[in-house]
């Protein structure tokens, strides 16, 4: 069970080589650098200053040659892992995907009662997206325009997401946790919670929210209903 986010933010801090590693592994086909940690370094760099850039003038506005220059990489060499910002987009989705499901997968598998799971889902989530804002506000934004594989790709991680909810609350209403409520309306609801936290952080620190007090209001306000007359 994750305690609290500082707890967490040390954990993650460890795996994030690892989630690079993987993407290279997963994208080896587009890029020419072989040497692996050479090119795990360079992926680093490359996510950082795109979604820096991203989210500081926008990612249409945001050319190769800026990122060159945030980056620190010549032309050539950002050409080594990308074509074009098409590409680019594949890097930073693949990235967010592969930490975002293991990173939900790996709390719940080791947390054994329902309510407890369902809380380490909420925390997970919200974590990595206090975490990991640049990420999550960036894929929310550039939704709409995404080429149409890396869209669908989108859609089927967000519903992959709810799953993982809609799952642990199944479960809750046939060991008879929870009432006989829609599981998938309740993790509907659950995403759109969380994603208001990435979407408007400033409501929330103005309001003198931290993500540990979030977290626990939108258990509150999940198991309000769902323990409502069982």
């Known amino acids: 069970m994750i305690e609290n ?5 040390g ?11 993987d993407v290279y592994r997963q994208n080896k086909d587009r890029i020419s650098i072989k040497k692996e940690a050479t090119a795990v370094k360079s992926l680093v760099r490359i996510i950082e200053s795109t979604l820096r850039l991203a989210n500081s003038k926008g990612f249409h506005a945001m050319t190769l040659r800026d990122l060159c220059a945030d980056s620190g990489m010549s032309m050539g060499g950002l050409y080594a892992y990308i074509r074009n910002k098409d590409d680019l987009i594949h890097l930073i989705q693949s990235h967010g995907f592969i930490i975002t499901r293991r990173t939900l997968l790996h709390y719940t598998s080791q947390v ?5 799971r369902l809380f380490a889902a909420i925390k997970a989530h919200l974590y990595l997206s206090e975490q990991m804002r640049a990420w999550f506000y960036f894929s929310y934004m550039e939704a709409k325009s995404l080429p149409a594989q890396e869209k669908r790709d989108a859609i089927a991680i967000e519903l992959e997401i709810e799953e993982i909810f809609m799952g642990v ?3 809750g209403i046939k ?10 309306l309740v993790s509907s609801m659950i995403k759109a ?14 309001q003198g929210v931290a993500v540990d007090g979030y977290a626990v209001f939108v258990r509150d306000v999940v198991e309000s209903y769902l323990l409502w007359e069982r």
């Open 5 to 9: 986010y500082e707890a967490f933010r």
């Open 112 to 116: 054994e009662g329902t309510r407890d």
């Open 175 to 184: 060991m008879g946790v929870y009432g006989a409520k829609n599981a998938r």
């Open 11 to 21: 954990e993650l801090s460890l795996s994030k080589e690892g989630v690079i590693r």
């Open 169 to 171: 609350i199944e479960d």
């Open 193 to 206: 919670l969380l994603q208001d936290w990435y979407l408007k952080r400033r409501k929330y620190r103005d």
